[in-house]
């Protein structure tokens, strides 16, 4: 900052003055610490109202195979890179991304009970835990040998082992990857699960597995919950069922390997005396909501209404996630992370079919 001081002997009546460059930055600085309540709600009203777009828009037939939360993405993506930056719009994009994201992932959890795992079986949760182990192991080394960075690495690699974006938004609070990277982990997972869900119910008799096989591939394998339920159930109710419940079990799975993350995080930034990641405390929120609703009997039409913000939260996360996307950065990382998706994609797929031939 540049001050035109007055000759030693002169006298001083007026305050120094500052340069028009240091004043416009004195400005900016006094504006950020400004905690800007208007500017957090009309950053707020713009992602709910992208997340509102994006539940209308998938209604229709045109759009009905997209789900929700990557229409809200991609509308952002697409202001974010007509309209600008929307400053005005900051606080509320990041409160999105931040809190109604933790908000969305803790509400999850009442999605998902003990029951659920106990249905599984004993042979279903250990192809389902390790199948998400070596796909995130081999995920995070085939990332290394491809030259994808650390962060973006492991959001594939969480994506593509667990639940798809909600994954990715998760992992990414420990990660605190770049925006663009979420986003390009996102769109992989999305594009990658949609191919599978699309390719599964054309293999069972190809690859012999039965119906129950057949679901327990699906749901140990498939990215998105929708996209394994879906290719569940265009083998039959059977194979929907074993899918779905085989698919929530593994999203179950979110919140160890999240904590997991989280303490390695904390323990290498230590190393680096660099300053360390906040512990992901709504995991345990998460695992709260589960115990909740494996001990009280939640009423069908309430567990419906619940599913439904949970989905338009996310997509209210993701679509402040699109809007703090620039399209010119997420183009700079290449065509290897889309590589490292696809190469995710097969592993998962042909190591837990593998497990199912090998142990049935």
Not at 7 to 31: E, L
Not at 157 to 176: E, L, P
Not at 181 to 190: E, G, H
Not at 316 to 336: K, S, W
């Amino acid at each position: 900052m540049s001050i035109t001081l007055p000759p030693v002997d002169a006298p001083q009546p007026h305050a120094p003055r500052f340069s028009s460059d240091a004043a416009q930055s004195s400005a900016t600085s006094v504006a950020a610490a400004d905690p800007a309540p208007a500017g957090l709600w009309r950053g707020l009203l713009l992602t709910v109202a992208i997340a509102a777009a994006a539940v209308a828009l998938v209604q229709t037939p045109w759009l009905a195979a997209l789900s929700p939360m990557m229409l809200a993405m991609l509308i952002g993506i697409v202001l974010r890179n007509t309209a600008g930056a929307m400053p005005w719009a900051r606080p509320g994009i990041a409160f999105s991304i931040k809190r109604l994201l933790r908000l969305a992932i803790v509400l999850l959890g009442l999605q998902l009970t003990a029951a659920q795992l106990i249905a599984v079986g004993g042979r279903g949760l250990a192809i389902i835990a390790a199948t998400l182990l070596a796909t995130f192991l081999f995920t995070t080394w085939a990332g290394r040998r491809l030259g994808v960075d650390r962060k973006l690495c492991q959001l594939i690699a969480a994506g593509t082992s667990i639940c798809g974006a909600s994954a990715v938004m998760a992992t990414n609070t420990v990660t605190r990857a770049p925006d663009e990277d979420a986003a390009y982990a996102v769109a992989c997972v999305t594009v990658f699960g949609s191919l599978l869900m699309l390719l599964y119910p054309l293999l069972p008799t190809v690859v012999g597995l039965d119906v129950p096989s057949y679901g327990l591939w699906a749901g140990a394998s498939i990215h998105e919950v929708a996209q394994a339920v879906a290719a569940g159930y265009q083998n039959g109710s059977r194979a929907g069922e074993a899918a779905t419940i085989a698919k929530l079990a593994r999203v179950m799975l979110l919140a160890p390997m999240v904590l997991a993350l989280g303490v390695i995080a904390r323990r290498s930034a230590a190393e680096q005396a660099a300053p360390r990641p906040p512990l992901p405390w709504f995991v345990f929120g998460f695992i709260a909501m589960i115990v909740l609703g494996s001990v009280v009997e939640i009423p069908a039409s309430l567990q419906h209404q619940l599913a439904l913000l949970t989905s338009f939260l996310l997509a209210t996360a993701l679509a402040a996630m699109g809007l703090d996307t620039d399209l010119r950065r997420l183009a700079a990382e290449g065509f290897r992370p889309a590589l490292l998706g696809a190469l995710a994609t097969t592993f998962i797929a042909t190591f837990s079919l593998a497990l199912i031939k090998l142990t049935g």
